[in-house]
């Protein structure tokens, strides 16, 4: 009977610990903003996105991360804008003096990564050697996922730019594209108390575009991804005589 009453108090303190883990981590999770582009050259419908982490007050973001286990993928279903010019693929590495040059508008639209928002950080953002970015400057870039393929961006936690804005989020992208972004990463960091914490496989949301999403409507618009209850159906009602 003791042996019972121990492993049962076991099992609640482990429960109990676990929960409370689970309860104190600071990450809220991914916001994806739309931002105005239309100030550079785009013909062909391309928008342009920020990514955001979204933490509770205190913490901090100071790892993208993949492993053979934790993999990361952002893609689209049609293609990354990368700007010929800016050559980036971080925006410590975007000129902002060319923001406002005739012929040069797209350059404040460059696709990019960060873990903060700073295009001149007095500390940048680092990746650990061997880190690839093949697959970026197409539409599906991917990291980990099979054995010794360990990657990270990385910040120095004192970094001021691993702390989130005034409305709890750090940037962590921008993507220009005229497709549908998608996939998952993972973020690691330190909560107020400078308790290590990390997410893994986190899906990049979805911006809510509303309209009809039944393929067998007249009015069906592949884009959306809401159902505004819009959707005319062929039933003999509307269709031409």
């Known amino acids: 009977m003791k042996n019972i009453f121990t492993r049962t108090l076991i099992v609640l303190f482990s429960f109990v610990t676990s929960f409370s883990l689970l309860a104190q981590s600071p990450f809220q999770g991914l916001v994806l903003e739309e931002i105005d582009n239309t100030a550079g050259a785009f013909t ?13 007050a205190g913490a901090s973001v100071n790892q993208m991360f993949a492993d053979e286990t934790r993999p990361h993928l952002l893609e689209t279903s049609t293609s990354f804008y990368q700007d010929a010019f800016a050559n980036a693929n971080l925006q410590q590495e975007v000129n902002t003096l060319f923001f406002t040059l005739p012929g040069f508008e797209n350059v ?13 950080p007095a500390t940048l953002v680092s990746q650990i050697p061997g880190f690839s970015w093949v697959g970026f400057e197409a539409s599906s870039w991917s990291l980990g996922g099979t054995v010794n393929s360990d990657a990270a961006l990385y ?5 001021a ?16 594209t005229d497709g549908v972004l998608s996939g998952y990463i993972n973020l690691a960091g330190l909560d107020a108390a400078g308790n290590a914490w990390d997410e893994t496989n986190i899906p990049i949301p979805q911006i809510s575009t509303p309209g009809c999403t039944d393929a067998t409507a007249c009015n069906y618009d592949a884009s959306a991804n809401v159902d505004d209850g819009s959707c005319i159906l062929p039933d003999g009602c509307t269709d031409p005589l």
């Open 108 to 120: 404040a639209f460059d696709s990019w990564m960060t873990i903060g928002d700073n295009y001149t």
């Open 161 to 176: 730019e691993c702390l989130p804005d005034g409305n709890n989020k750090i940037l962590l992208g921008q993507f220009t």
């Open 44 to 56: 062909n419908g391309e928008k342009t996105y920020r990514l955001y982490a979204e933490l509770s």
């Open 155 to 159: 910040r120095v936690p004192t970094d």
